[in-house]
């Protein structure tokens, strides 16, 4: 079974529209999430990461952690067609470990 | 700062050929984690070294996939008897270690195993 779960597993917003992605962890004992952006043919690159209950804004990309619940979610304003592109979510857990478990993600599209 | 470099970018091995797998992580990180990716189970995690020591192997097939870090500027990767199932985009990332660092992800390689 997943131990982080990603929904939906697509997404499409118009342009200058709002996008929401949710990512739940079913392992108590994680206590820091990741946010990974992968373009088409490219690797993954780190958009964001909380650890602390509450939410954390950076330019368009806004994250929610409420960790009672292992939930997180991302949002994204004012989407671009650039923002197109595979969302990961990871989680990693209290230990001294730097092993990340990814969901599957959630493929967004934002047309013109 | 070139980032992680990934050698060779595509390999296409015969079903049970060997494939070795190169990385070099960001100069200056500590850190090594193997990833591979594929479109049915996603991005799953392989193993990771810390200063060049194995610190955690739990997604390794453990018959036939092996991993060193000779030295702090290359890892590699190293699949036997390579079966279709294999295939995948092979994934490095290297961080600097302490607390929670960012990983950093090369271009990978693509494994085909025909």
């Known amino acids: 079974q997943q131990k982080v779960q990603q929904s939906p597993e697509s997404l499409i917003v118009p342009e200058g529209g709002m996008a929401s992605l949710n990512c739940t962890s079913s392992d108590r004992n994680v206590d820091y999430f990741w946010w990974y952006r992968q373009h088409s043919g490219k690797s993954p690159k780190m958009l964001m990461?909380?650890?602390?209950?509450g939410e954390k804004e950076e330019g368009r990309f806004t994250v929610h952690l409420n960790k009672a619940s292992l939930h997180t979610s991302l949002h994204i304003r004012d989407s671009q067609p650039s923002d197109s592109a595979l969302y990961l979510c990871a989680a990693s857990p209290g230990a001294n470990t730097g092993k990340l478990t990814f969901g599957h993600g959630t493929i967004l599209r934002v047309h013109p | 700062n070139a980032g992680v470099i990934q050698t060779p970018r595509h390999k296409v091995t015969g079903k049970g050929q060997e494939a070795t797998l190169w990385c070099e992580p960001i100069?200056?990180?500590?850190?090594v984690f193997w990833y591979r990716q594929t479109i049915v189970q996603g991005l799953e995690f392989l193993t990771y070294?810390?200063?060049?020591?194995?610190?955690?192997d739990s997604g390794m097939p453990k018959e036939r996939f092996s991993a060193q870090m000779p030295n702090q500027s290359h890892s590699t990767l190293k699949i036997q008897s390579t079966q279709p199932q294999d295939s995948a985009v092979y994934l490095c990332?290297?961080?600097?270690?302490?607390?929670?660092?960012?990983?950093?992800f090369g271009p990978g390689t693509r494994l085909t195993v025909l």
């Open positions: 990332a290297s961080s600097l270690v302490g607390g929670r660092r960012e990983q950093y």
């Open positions: 990461s909380i650890f602390s209950n």
């Open positions: 070294f810390r200063n060049q020591a194995p610190i955690d």
């Open positions: 100069s200056g990180h500590s850190a």
